[in-house]
C-alpha cells in the first residue's frame, strides 16, 4: 500500500518542493543515540531519499524499502548523484520485507505507516521490532492523530482548509482530504498500545501543535 499519489510519477518530481523532513536534525536526533560509522539503519518509506541522503554519510549501510517504484527511481538517480555506495534499495514495506542477518542498530521511518490499516500497522510494529536488537531504536514520525473524538471534524476541516487550490510547492486541500479518505492515520491512544505490544519503550515524543502529526523515538525492550 503505497497511496495513489506515491506512485504518480509527477508527485514525485515535485515532492522535494512541497516536503522538508528536517534531515539534518532527524540524523543529529539518532547521532545521540548511538548512530555512527558501525550502525546500520532500516529505512521504510524512504521516498524520495531526503532522510536517506543525509543519514548515509554517517553510517556504515542503509536499506531503503519502499513499495513505489517511481519513488525508488528517483532515489536511485539522487543516490548517484551525490556519489553515495551504502545505500541498498530494497522494493518493498513494513509487511513484505524480509531482513537477513544481525538485528540492526536503528530504523526509522517518516510519513509511511499510515498507509496501513491499523491491524496491519500491529502486524508491521512486531516486524520492525524483530529487525532491531535489544536497546535498538525505532524513529517513528508520522500523521497520527491527537484530539478529542468528539473534535474529529472541526479538527479536520481546519487542516483540509490549510491546503490551497494546486499541488506544486503546497499541499493542496484536495490531497489533504484524499488523505482523511483514502489512507490510514489512526489515533496516539491507538498508535501507543500497539508499540507497548510491540515491545518497544516510547523514550519521547512530540507532537505538533495541531495535533496531526506525532514523532515518537523508541527503544526495542
Not at 27 to 54: K, M, N, W, Y
Not at 61 to 75: C, E, F, Q, T, Y
Not at 206 to 212: E, K, Q, V
Request: aromatic share 10%; hydrophobic share 45%.
Amino acid at each position: 500500500m503505497a497511496g495513489r499519489e506515491n506512485l504518480d510519477p509527477a508527485h514525485v518530481a515535485r515532492y522535494d518542493g512541497k516536503m522538508d523532513s528536517a534531515a539534518e536534525a532527524e540524523v543529529a536526533l539518532l547521532a545521540r543515540f548511538g548512530l555512527g560509522r558501525d550502525s546500520t539503519v532500516i529505512e521504510f518509506g524512504p521516498g524520495t531519499g531526503q532522510f536517506t541522503i543525509a543519514v548515509s554519510p554517517q553510517c556504515a549501510r542503509v536499506v531503503a524499502v519502499d513499495i513505489s517504484p517511481p519513488m525508488l527511481k528517483h532515489l536511485s538517480g539522487k543516490l548517484g548523484a551525490h556519489g553515495l555506495q551504502n545505500v541498498e534499495l530494497v522494493q518493498g514495506g513494513f509487511l513484505s520485507y524480509t531482513h537477513h542477518g544481525e538485528p540492526v542498530d536503528f530504523v526509522y521511518s517518516r510519513l509511511a505507516l499510515h498507509h496501513l490499516p491499523d491491524f496491519w500497522k500491529a502486524i508491521a510494529l512486531l516486524r520492525v521490532r524483530a529487525m532491531l536488537r535489544p536497546g535498538g531504536i525505532f524513529r517513528l514520525w508520522d500523521v497520527i492523530y491527537d484530539f478529542a473524538l468528539g473534535e474529529a471534524a472541526n479538527h479536520i476541516e481546519a487542516w483540509c482548509a490549510t491546503g490551497g487550490d494546486g499541488v506544486e510547492g503546497e499541499w493542496g486541500r484536495a490531497e489533504l482530504e484524499e488523505h482523511v479518505r483514502d489512507e490510514h492515520s489512526t489515533f496516539t491512544w491507538l498508535i501507543e498500545p500497539m508499540l507497548a505490544h510491540a515491545n518497544f519503550e516510547i523514550i519521547d515524543v512530540t507532537r505538533s501543535a495541531d495535533g496531526f502529526q506525532s514523532a515518537y523515538l523508541l527503544r526495542a525492550i
